[in-house]
T-cell receptor, first 115, second 110 residues
Framework: EAQVTQNPRYLITVTGKKLTVTCSQN?????MSWYRQDPGLGLRQIYY???????DKGDVPEGYKVSRKEKRNFPLILESPSPNQTSLYFC??????????????FGEGSRLTVL | QKEVEQNSGPLSVPEGAIASLNCTYSDRGSQSFFWYRQYSGKSPELIMF??SNGDKEDGRFTAQLNKASQYVSLLIRDSQPSDSATYLCVPRDSNYQLIWGAGTKLIIKP
């Protein structure tokens, strides 16, 4: 089954404790992206990757890191989480953003709470 | 700052009626437009896209685009309770980046 898998789905952590949210897709997509969604706001892009070893900042990259060592995986790293990073996070993927129809395939979301 | 304006709602529509969702965008360089549906607590899913001025129909859904007015709309005919969701209007800019608004919450009343 074609899918984007995020883990963990739910996490409560404390300020400053490093965490990683994993994202894996099995569709051989070149493009992958991380978003956060907060109440009343649209999806805000954190980082994106056009292909292996190519990553770029989105609109709200501060406090986050990513890597793209393999095509299928795009982990999101919070080195020192703070309460303002409490949010719902989505990973998404697609074929090359320049050629595709604009259809992003989303993971189920990871709800993160930082105390 | 590239923006998308949608009425946040909730927009309440009786079952069987036509739901009309509207969107304006600020980036004149946007050429492609997507409508995503997001059920509460779930991830967004693409329901329609439109590239050219005019109407595009797909089943009960019709997307309308007017680039001169920077206006996009989505009509849902014969609305069903299962259509209750938040609808996101998403232009794609000239750098192929998607511009996300907060969406319109639609409630279909049985």
């Amino acid at each position: 089954e074609a899918q984007v898998t995020q883990n963990p789905r739910y996490l409560i952590t404390v300020t400053g404790k490093k965490l990683t949210v994993t994202c894996s897709q099995n569709m051989n997509h070149e493009y992958m992206s991380w978003y956060r969604q907060d109440p009343g706001l649209g999806l805000r892009q954190i980082y994106y990757s056009m292909n292996v070893e190519v990553t770029d900042k989105g609109d709200v990259p501060e406090g986050y890191k990513v890597s793209r060592k393999e095509k299928r995986n795009f982990p999101l790293i919070l080195e020192s989480p703070s309460p303002n990073q409490t949010s719902l996070y989505f990973c998404a993927s697609s074929f090359s953003s320049q050629a595709n129809t604009g259809e992003l395939f989303f993971g189920e979301g990871s709800r993160l709470t930082v105390l | 700052q590239k923006e998308v304006e949608q009425n946040s709602g909730p927009l309440s529509v009786p079952e069987g009626a036509i739901a009309s969702l509207n969107c304006t965008y600020s980036d004149r360089g946007s050429q492609s437009f997507f409508w995503y549906r997001q059920y509460s607590g779930k991830s967004p899913e693409l329901i329609m896209f439109i590239y050219s001025n005019g109407d595009k129909e797909d089943g009960r859904f019709t997307a309308q685009l007017n680039k001169a007015s920077q206006y996009v709309s989505l009509l849902i005919r014969d609305s069903q309770p299962s259509d209750s969701a938040t609808y996101l209007c998403v232009p794609r800019d000239s750098n192929y980046q998607l511009i996300w608004g907060a969406g319109t919450k639609l409630i279909i009343k049985p």
